[in-house]
């Protein structure tokens, strides 16, 4: 079989334009993604960003009988309420109201948006920014309580 020199086939316009537009949106949705961390990470409290904040939480919770107590030993950031999140994954927030460092405060589970106290999977802590702004640390859920 004899090859004819320069008779090469590519991939035709339709299928170049659908591979473009595709890597395009790509690159779109990782700079959208990175910008979007890159913006909630500039929330800060006392000089201190939110995210980094929330791992240094040192928050006691129990739950039983019906109530959820927070015990908040930090000693600088007041907690602003407290998210229980059930068995399904839906959030809960309990209007505990800001529990100052070194405080405690004390919610009935109903108060908690209809959650039920067995359906209680973790406690996300909530805190407010300098600016008023209201963070939530769902990356420091507490499991233990």
């Not at 079989?1 to 659908?18: E, F, Q």
Request: some cysteine; hydrophobic content about 40%.
């Amino acid at each position: 079989m004899i090859k004819k020199i320069g008779d090469k086939r590519g991939i035709s316009p339709v299928v170049a334009t659908v591979l473009l537009i595709t890597i395009a949106l790509v690159v779109i949705a990782i700079i959208w993604i990175w910008a979007s961390r890159s913006i909630q990470d500039k929330e800060t409290k006392f000089g201190t960003q939110l995210s980094q904040a929330c791992a240094k939480l040192n928050i006691d919770v129990s739950i039983s009988a019906g109530n959820v107590d927070v015990v908040n030993s930090e000693t600088q950031f007041a907690l602003e309420d407290i998210i229980l999140k059930d068995n399904d994954g839906d959030l809960h927030r309990c209007g505990l109201g800001p529990v100052s460092p070194g405080a405690s405060k004390s919610a009935t589970i109903l108060s908690c948006e209809g959650i039920l106290e067995s359906d209680v999977k973790s406690v996300i802590p909530v805190l407010k920014g300098d600016d008023d702004v209201i963070y939530n640390c769902e990356d420091d859920e507490i499991t233990n309580f």
